[in-house]
Antibody
Framework: QLQLRESGPGLLKPSETLSLTCTVS??????????WGWIRQPPGKGLDWIGS???????YYNPSLKSRVTISVDTSQNQFSLKLTSVTAADTAVYYC???????????WGQGTLVTVSS | SYELTQPPSVSVSPGQTASITCSGD??????AFWYQQKPGQSPVLIIY???KRPSGIPERFSGSNSGNTATLTISGTQAMDEAHYYC?????????FGIGTKVTVL
C-alpha cells in the first residue's frame, strides 16, 4: 500500500524559506507512470495546488506561486521536496504531498503537515 | 486562469439524494475529479475521469460531466457522508480545484 508522509518545520517567521520533504513508502518514486505533487490548504479554506514533478526532475508549478517555488526529487531516498521562499502569513496552511497516477488527478495523499508563519 | 465554481453548501436528509455541481468553461471537454474531505483528514479521491470510482468507494457515489457542468451525486446519503467535497480539473498544465461544497446531512 503506497504511503506518503510529509515532514519539516511547523513554524516559520516571515521572509524565511519553507522546506518540506515527502517520503514515499510502499512504492517507488521512480515509477514511470506517476507524478508527485504538493497541495496546500489554508485553515478553513479550500485546496490550492502548488506544483508537481516527475522522477526525472521535470517540474510544473502553479503560476501564482512559480516565482517562489522549487520542487525537487531524491530518488535514492524515495523522497521529493518543496521549497517556498519569502513566506508570509498567507502561506500558513496544511501542506499535503500526493501522487498523480499519470493522468492529472491525485489518488494518494499524505496526512498533511501544518506550517504556520508568524513573527 | 481556469476556474471551477461550486455551491458553498448543500443540505440533504438521510436516505435522500444529494447533488453537487461543479461548473467551468467547457468542463465537459475535460475530465472532472471529485474528492471527499472530512474534518481533520486528508482528501480522498471518490470519482476520477468523470464517472469512475476507485476501489473501496461505495456505489452510492456517482459522477457525470457534460457541457459546462460536472455533477457528483450521492444516492441514499448517510450520516457518514457529511463532509466537504471538492471538484478538480486539469487545464493548461495546472491542477484547478473548486472552492468546495459542504454537505450537511440533516
Amino acid at each position: 500500500q503506497l504511503q506518503l508522509r510529509e515532514s519539516g518545520p511547523g513554524l516559520l517567521k516571515p521572509s524565511e524559506t519553507l522546506s518540506l520533504t515527502c517520503t514515499v513508502s510502499g512504492g517507488s518514486i521512480s515509477s514511470t507512470s506517476d507524478y508527485w505533487g504538493w497541495i496546500r490548504q489554508p485553515p478553513g479554506k479550500g485546496l490550492d495546488w502548488i506544483g508537481s514533478l516527475y522522477y526525472s526532475g521535470s517540474t510544473y508549478y502553479n503560476p501564482s506561486l512559480k516565482s517562489r517555488v522549487t520542487i525537487s526529487v531524491d530518488t535514492s531516498q524515495n523522497q521529493f521536496s518543496l521549497k517556498l521562499t519569502s513566506v508570509t502569513a498567507a502561506d500558513t496552511a496544511v501542506y499535503y504531498c500526493a501522487r498523480s497516477p499519470g493522468d492529472n488527478w491525485f489518488d494518494r495523499w499524505g496526512q498533511g503537515t501544518l506550517v504556520t508563519v508568524s513573527s | 486562469s481556469y476556474e471551477l465554481t461550486q455551491p458553498p453548501s448543500v443540505s440533504v436528509s438521510p436516505g435522500q439524494t444529494a447533488s453537487i455541481t461543479c461548473s467551468g468553461d467547457k468542463l465537459g471537454d475535460k475530465y472532472a475529479f471529485w474528492y471527499q474531505q472530512k474534518p481533520g483528514q486528508s482528501p480522498v479521491l471518490i470519482i476520477y475521469q468523470d464517472t469512475k470510482r476507485p476501489s473501496g468507494i461505495p456505489e452510492r457515489f456517482s459522477g457525470s460531466n457534460s457541457g459546462n457542468t460536472a455533477t457528483l451525486t450521492i444516492s441514499g446519503t448517510q450520516a457518514m457522508d457529511e463532509a466537504h467535497y471538492y471538484c478538480q480539473a486539469w487545464d493548461s498544465n495546472t491542477f484547478v480545484f473548486g472552492i468546495g461544497t459542504k454537505v450537511t446531512v440533516l
